[in-house]
C-alpha cells in the first residue's frame, strides 16, 4: 500500500528532466528558472532516475500556464508531443522497425509501458486500454489518478509527427481533460 501510494505522490525524474528541455526549447533557460522560483521548487535540477513529487510537475506547469496565458492542457499536450521523439530514442529497442502510429499506439501498454515498469519499480505511468474500432480507429482508455490527459493526447500527436504521419491522423479526446479516466479517439484517414 505504501508503495502505491508513493508512486502516486511521487514522479519519475525523467518527466522533469524532458520538462526542463521543453521549456528551454520553447522559451529559454531563464524561464525554467523562473518557474521553479514561482512554483516554490527548491531544488533547480533534476537527475533522471530520481523520483520527485508529482504536485511540482503540476506547480510548475501552473505557473507557466499564468505567464504565457495558455490553459494548462495545451501546454501538457504541448509537453506531449516534445517528449516522442526523446522516448522513442529510450525504448527504441522495444519498437518493432515496421511499426507506423496504428501500431506504436496498440503496442505502447505492453511495449512501453511495461518496460517502464520492469525497467524501474518505481514508476507508476498511466494505464492504457487500446481497442480497435476497425481498421481505421482506435480507442484510447487513458486511467491515471495524475490526471494528465493531456500529456497523453500530446503524445499520440507526437508519435503521429515522429512517424510523419501526422496529416493522416486525428485525435480527439471525448471526455473531460482532467478526468482521471479520459477516452481518446484516434482515426486513420485514407
Known amino acids: 500500500?505504501?508503495?502505491?501510494?508513493?508512486?502516486?505522490?511521487?514522479m519519475h525524474g525523467s518527466m522533469f528532466v524532458l520538462l526542463e528541455r521543453f521549456v528551454v526549447d520553447t522559451y529559454d533557460h531563464s524561464t525554467w528558472l523562473k518557474l521553479l522560483e514561482w512554483a516554490g521548487v527548491e531544488h533547480t535540477s533534476f537527475q533522471m532516475h530520481e523520483m520527485y513529487p508529482t504536485h511540482e510537475i503540476f506547480a510548475i506547469v501552473g505557473c507557466l500556464g499564468e505567464s504565457t496565458e495558455q490553459p494548462v492542457f495545451d501546454l501538457m499536450e504541448q509537453f506531449g508531443e516534445?517528449?516522442?521523439p526523446d522516448l522513442m530514442l529510450l525504448y527504441s529497442r522495444y519498437v518493432r522497425p515496421?511499426?507506423?502510429t496504428y501500431e506504436m499506439l496498440i503496442n505502447t501498454e505492453d511495449a512501453m509501458?511495461?518496460?517502464v515498469r520492469r525497467e524501474d519499480n518505481r514508476t507508476n505511468p498511466p494505464k492504457l486500454l487500446v481497442t480497435k474500432k476497425g481498421v481505421d480507429q482506435l480507442?484510447?482508455?487513458y486511467s491515471s489518478k495524475r490526471r494528465m490527459a493531456?500529456?497523453?493526447v500530446g503524445i499520440v500527436k507526437g508519435i503521429a509527427s515522429y512517424f510523419?504521419?501526422?496529416d493522416k491522423v486525428e485525435v480527439m479526446l471525448l471526455s473531460p481533460a482532467d478526468a482521471e479516466r479520459v477516452q481518446i479517439?484516434?482515426?486513420f484517414l485514407n
Open 150 to 152: 493531456g500529456v497523453a
Open 139 to 141: 480507442m484510447i482508455e
Open 98 to 100: 515496421e511499426w507506423r
Open 164 to 166: 510523419d504521419e501526422s
Open 185 to 187: 479517439k484516434v482515426d
Open 113 to 115: 509501458h511495461g518496460a
Open 1 to 10: 500500500m505504501e508503495k502505491q501510494c508513493d508512486a502516486l505522490h511521487l
Open 82 to 84: 516534445f517528449m516522442v
